[in-house]
């Protein structure tokens, strides 16, 4: 057994005193194994999920390697998101926050390149990205690695479903040889192996129990007649009753659809899927975090990466053949010491699909009838905020601090009826409890922030 508490590493006492103050208590599984080898320098292949505490092992131990007075990029970590991207620089900074001055900069296609080429003027430490616009980079000389010191591959494994192997390998070509390499993946297919044979040395292999396993996770599994799979999906929301839900489809056109049609029955449903452009999949993912959606309705390539504390429900509205799929997808759920539900819908015709799920958990399916699902009179699942979106972000120098402090300064609004603020460079975005919405707006609109005015509205 690995010992938990982190004051077991050799930290220095201000990093010890940040992660405390992040109310990490202990060590997840994987830090608790990775760490001692992480902080070694040594190099690392490790079986981990998303709601692992993964970006925390390997953040830790890059930040406790790293130079704050060396202008040169130290660290650089490849992912194959940038909703993923940004969750892992979220996390860096927060743990950063025991050092001074560490430049985090995160660089993933679909936003100006001229731009970042900007914000590299200055070598920042530590650099986090996908693979395809780090390579540009690279190539155009805006990037450069001859400091780094700590290379990591986040989700390695979904990097490579997404065809990003040549990109990484040209990435990894521009790296110092000497340096420690971090590979990080749920799966393990022979290409990780090969991966790690070519890129690593001597790495501490730690796979990790999966924390997704029937443990925390309820599991269970309706059966339903043909067409009858929206009719089910809201009597399950009519039965849990959920704040919050992630609904899976295996193809797009369905996720879209099924959006459609709960939206027209009264539901807070948003579909996210490869279709939407940047500043659609950013609403959207904004909208069902900071609780103004009820209802995400995602493809498994568009729901990569995304990481959503406490989500009480997952539903898997068709099952994939592919029962790692199946972990991935119910993994959402319960993370991070709270539990989960996960239930799946299935025809007669998919007894299959279940039964590949069964034989890859080494546990029998609980299959429950649809007949224990109880409506509930006059149901509504309102979500319980509102999102306004003001079209000012940071590139105008609004801050979060000036977004509350509008709506809070000289009004009957108390702050903690406002939720999470979110600023992007040219938008920000603020949660409001739905009962003071309408005045919210109308504060947003009418008044100033930062001596400016800006349009505001609400997003549906
Ligand atoms: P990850 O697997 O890196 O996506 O992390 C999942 C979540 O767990 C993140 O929200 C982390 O902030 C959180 N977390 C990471 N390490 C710990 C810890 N030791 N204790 C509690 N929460 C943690």
Known sequence: MSNTAFSSLPLRAEELANIQSLDYEVMTPIQAQSLPAILEGKDLLAQAKTGSGKTAAFAIGLLHKLDPRNYQ????????????????SHEIRRLARAYPNIKVTTLCGGKPIAQQRSSLEHDPHIVVG?????????EQGSLKLDGLQTLVLDEADRMLDMG????????????????????????????????????????????????HHNKKIEQIFYEIEKG?????????????????TVVFCNRKQQCQELA??????????????GDLDQRDRDEVLIQFANKSSSILIATDVAARGIDIKELPLVVNFEL??????????????????SSGLAVSLFMASEAAKVNAIEKFQDSPARIAPITSLKPRENFRL???????????????????????????????????????????????????????AKQALKILSEGKIKGRKFRARKLR
């Open 73 to 88: 990029t130290q660290a650089l970590v490849l992912c194959p998101t940038r909703e993923l991207a940004d969750q892992v």
């Open 130 to 138: 996908t693979p395809g616009r780090l390579l540009q980079h690279l």
């Open 164 to 211: 990003f192997y040549d990109d990484i390998m040209q990435i990894i070509q521009r790296a110092p040889r000497q340096r420690q390499t971090l590979l990080f993946s749920a799966t393990y297919p022979d290409e990780i192996k090969f991966i790690s044979d070519t890129i690593q040395h001597e790495p501490v292999d730690v796979r990790v129990e999966s924390t």
């Open 228 to 244: 009858d799979r929206t009719r089910v999906l809201i009597m399950l929301l009519e039965h849990f009753n959920p704040e919050s």
């Open 260 to 273: 459609d049609e709960l939206w027209q029955k009264g539901f807070h449903a948003l579909a996210l899927h």
């Open 320 to 337: 994939s053949p592919d029962p790692e799929v199946y972990i991935h997808r119910i993994g959402r759920t319960g993370r991070a010491g």
């Open 382 to 436: 309102s979500p319980p905020m509102v999102t306004l979106s003001i079209n000012g972000g940071r590139k105008d120098k609004v801050r979060a601090g000036d977004i509350l402090g509008a709506l809070t300064a000289n009004t009957n609004i108390p702050g903690k009826q406002i939720g999470k603020i979110n600023i992007a460079d040219n938008v920000s975005y603020v949660a409001v409890e739905r009962q003071v």
